[in-house]
């Protein structure tokens, strides 16, 4: 089959809806609870009655959407392709993707391959349609969480050093390689992840139009731990094909974890801790699976069902490279290392317990790392030697 065509556009704008609809139930669930506990008279008499109108309102404003995202597709069948659509989608799987129904596209039931936005199938009449040009060196590029593959794309902004060409065609020019864009569902396990891309690898192999003779995985922040993950599981598992994939590259990923999803578990269990603050506690509970592994950098099952130690070093053939950026330009200082870039700090990032070439660049924060020139001449200088 051909990438996906746009009537399946409109099954995922539906399923966004759908999503949004059970989000904001949930959270006014949560709310009457605490309102509930904090005045019970009030709510028996008067307040359960508004909370039930709201939840109508709600549910008819859902049918509402879903009849207007129908009829945009219809007669509009890009606006799938809007980035505000499109962050819009990646927030809300990696938010609270396991607390609704998983329906069509913007729910992922499976991770994806996505060439300009459309899913590409995995049979090797699919790939040789999308990838004509299908070089023996395939690089895959994950991205991270509340994020989608059109992440990576920006606009020119020679002020935020942005040469508004996408790391996976510049690697393409430049090494050469062929690129290949992955969408997976963020708010998900990052072990959960991990397996779906081991199995997509291996379908990705088998049905390549060229012979694969190298493998390049690049992550994002999550995006290098779910990476990780897979090429820890295809080793466990001895995959064959896993000899192929030569190198591993983590931008900005939190290896051992992130300070600030340590700090909402924290806040969240002194919030529980209380009769009149535990529905707040519950509030902050609604946050993803994957989100709550980033606390720790969890990559294997074992360490998230039974709290279990693992070992995840990779195996000896496959080289990683971690790149790790701060606000600060200088690289040893006390804000660096306390803020790092904005989300994860410069130790976790370069995780000296894992053997890695290393990389540090100061004065970027997080997200610079998707588009930012010297990211990509580091990317480029370390896949050329």
Request: charged share 20%; proline share 5%; aromatic share 6%.
């Given at each position: 089959?051909?990438?996906?065509?746009?009537?399946?556009?409109?099954?995922?704008?539906?399923?966004?809806?759908?999503?949004?609809?059970?989000?904001?139930?949930?959270?006014?669930?949560?709310?009457?609870?605490?309102?509930?506990?904090?005045?019970?008279?009030?709510?028996?008499?008067?307040?359960?009655?508004?909370?039930?109108?709201?939840?109508?309102?709600?549910?008819?404003?859902?049918?509402?959407?879903?009849?207007?995202?129908?009829?945009?597709?219809?007669?509009?069948?890009?606006?799938?392709?809007?980035?505000?659509?499109?962050?819009?989608?990646?927030?809300?799987?990696?938010?609270?993707?396991?607390?609704?129904?998983?329906?069509?596209?913007?729910?992922?039931?499976?991770?994806?391959?996505?060439?300009?936005?459309?899913?590409?199938?995995?049979?090797?009449?699919?790939?040789?349609?999308?990838?004509?040009?299908?070089?023996?060196?395939?690089?895959?590029?994950?991205?991270?969480?509340?994020?989608?593959?059109?992440?990576?794309?920006h606009e020119a902004d020679p002020e935020k050093a942005r040469s508004g060409t996408d790391f996976g065609s510049g690697l393409a020019a430049d090494l050469p390689c062929t690129p290949v864009y992955v969408r997976y569902n963020t708010?998900?396990?990052?072990?959960?992840?991990?397996?779906?891309?081991?199995?997509?690898?291996?379908?990705?192999?088998?049905?390549?139009?060229?012979?694969?003779?190298?493998?390049?995985?690049?992550?994002?922040?999550?995006?290098?731990?779910?990476?990780?993950?897979?090429?820890?599981?295809?080793?466990?598992?001895?995959?064959?094909?896993?000899?192929?994939?030569?190198?591993?590259?983590?931008?900005?990923?939190?290896?051992?974890?992130?300070?600030?999803?340590?700090?909402?578990?924290?806040?969240?269990?002194?919030?529980?801790g209380f009769a009149a603050s535990a529905p707040l506690g519950r509030l902050l509970g609604l946050r993803s699976d994957g989100i709550k592994d980033l606390a720790r950098g969890r990559l294997h099952r074992d360490q998230w069902d039974?709290?279990?130690?693992?070992?995840?070093?990779?195996?000896?053939?496959?080289?990683?490279?971690?790149?790790?950026?701060?606000?600060?330009?200088?690289?040893?200082?006390?804000?660096?290392?306390?803020?790092?870039?904005?989300?994860?700090?410069?130790?976790?990032?370069?995780?000296?317990?894992?053997?890695?070439?290393?990389?540090?660049?100061?004065?970027?924060?997080?997200?610079?790392?998707?588009?930012?020139?010297?990211?990509?001449?580091?990317?480029?200088?370390?896949?050329?030697?």
């Open positions: 089959m051909a990438p996906e065509e746009t009537p399946t556009v409109g099954g995922e704008l539906d399923a966004g809806v759908h999503l949004l609809t059970d989000v904001v139930t949930g959270v006014l669930g949560t709310v009457e609870d605490m309102h509930r506990t904090l005045a019970p008279d009030a709510h028996r008499l008067v307040a359960s009655r508004v909370y039930d109108a709201v939840r109508v309102g709600v549910l008819a404003g859902g049918a509402v959407l879903q009849l207007a995202a129908r009829t945009t597709v219809r007669y509009a069948p890009t606006v799938l392709d809007a980035r505000g659509v499109q962050r819009a989608v990646g927030f809300a799987n990696g938010a609270f993707a396991e607390h609704a129904e998983a329906r069509g596209g913007a729910v992922p039931a499976t991770m994806t391959v996505r060439l300009d936005g459309r899913r590409v199938d995995l049979d090797r009449g699919s790939l040789a349609a999308a990838y004509p040009s299908a070089s023996g060196r395939v690089v895959v590029l994950l991205h991270g969480l509340v994020e989608t593959d059109r992440s990576w794309f708010g998900r396990h990052i072990s959960d992840n991990g397996q779906e891309l081991v199995d997509l690898l291996g379908e990705l192999i088998e049905g390549w139009p060229a012979p694969v003779r190298e493998v390049v995985l690049v992550g994002h922040s999550m995006g290098g731990l779910v990476a990780r993950s897979a090429v820890h599981q295809a080793n466990e598992r001895a995959l064959p094909w896993l000899p192929k994939v030569t190198r591993l590259v983590c931008l900005g990923s939190p290896h051992t974890g992130a300070p600030l999803e340590r700090g909402v578990v924290r806040l969240a269990g002194v919030l529980g039974g709290g279990r130690s693992v070992d995840t070093v990779l195996p000896a053939g496959v080289r990683q490279f971690f790149l790790a950026v701060t606000l600060s330009r200088a690289e040893g200082s006390l804000w660096s290392r306390l803020v790092g870039d904005g989300l994860v700090a410069p130790s976790s990032a370069a995780d000296p317990s894992q053997t890695a070439d290393v990389r540090w660049l100061g004065g970027m924060h997080h997200f610079d790392l998707l588009h930012h020139d010297a990211v990509y001449a580091a990317l480029l200088g370390w896949l050329r030697s």
